[in-house]
């Protein structure tokens, strides 16, 4: 069989790459390239492989590539290393420009589900630079849906959600599993259970493409009290999905139910 070459052509900011290396296996290749790299007598065919491009940073980020050699061809390989992922941090912020702790964000068409921020510098994520819709559902469980753009050179971005502080900093959402039952369209009662729950809402697991009012009434075991407690509440948000579908309401408790509530999921005591 005829070998033949491939020539590999890179694109890239030295002020933020510094190397890049090709590896294909089943030709035993590994290479480190420069601006143009040229490989000579290899097999035809069609090729997995790893390009790991080297960060200014000191970091690295790896991609898999397909490699196609023809017979009686110079096989020009053009990558962008400038459009790689790179780790950036996303934070919800309000009008202090302090993160809004206990919120969850979803970026759409990329995320599965919803992240949580968990502390002050936001959540963690590897995005090429470009265009993005983010997801957000703050601690009332309100839904938000900012668009995202992400450059090369920016490694941390503030989403301003203008809520009131109060209704979105002083009721923690608490991951916690307790019985609670809603009803349907049809009036029938659905018991479940919540995967979070505030003072002023809950996040619950719900039956996939039910059909809910968007006022509902729901009922939930509230610590200390002798038996479950049921009020109106009004949905938020759904999500069917046939291996995760939640929704999220907003609660109308009384006052005092409320104010136990809180005050037994900040220190465990009512």
Not at 14 to 41: C, F, Q, S, W, Y
Not at 96 to 103: E, G, V
Not at 179 to 195: A, E, F, L, R, V
Request: charged share 25%; glycine share 4%; hydrophobic share 35%.
């Amino acid at each position: 069989m005829e070998l033949a070459p491939i020539t590999v052509k890179l694109d890239f900011d030295p002020k933020r790459v510094h190397g890049a290396r090709l590896v294909i296996p089943m030709l035993a290749v590994d290479e480190h390239l420069t601006n143009i790299t040229r490989i000579e007598n290899l097999t035809p065919g069609t090729y997995d492989g790893t390009l790991t491009t080297y960060l200014t940073t000191g970091s690295e980020t790896t991609q898999k590539v397909k490699i196609k050699i023809f017979p009686k061809s110079e096989n020009i390989h053009h990558f962008n290393l400038s459009q790689v992922p790179h780790e950036v941090m996303i934070r919800p912020v309000d009008k202090k420009n302090k993160t809004i702790l206990f919120s969850e964000i979803r970026i759409e068409n990329f995320d599965m589900n919803f992240r949580p921020v968990r502390d002050e510098k936001g959540v963690a994520c590897r995005l090429r630079p470009g265009d993005y819709t983010i997801r957000i559902v703050l601690p009332d469980l309100s839904v938000k849906t900012v668009p995202l753009k992400v450059s090369e050179d920016t490694l941390v971005y503030s989403l301003p959600i203008f809520e009131d502080e109060t209704s979105t900093r002083k009721e923690p959402r608490i991951q916690m599993a307790i019985p609670i039952s809603y009803q349907s369209k049809d009036g029938q009662w659905i018991t479940t259970k919540s995967i979070n729950i505030s003072s002023s809402g809950v996040c619950l697991i719900k039956t996939p493409n039910k059909e809910t009012e968007k006022k509902i009434h729901v009922r939930l075991v509230v610590p200390h009290t002798h038996s479950p407690v049921e009020c109106e509440a009004e949905v938020k948000w759904e999500k069917d999905d046939a291996d995760s579908s939640q929704m999220g309401l907003q609660m109308d408790l009384p006052q005092q139910m409320k104010t136990t509530l809180n005050k037994w999921l900040i220190t465990g005591k009512a």
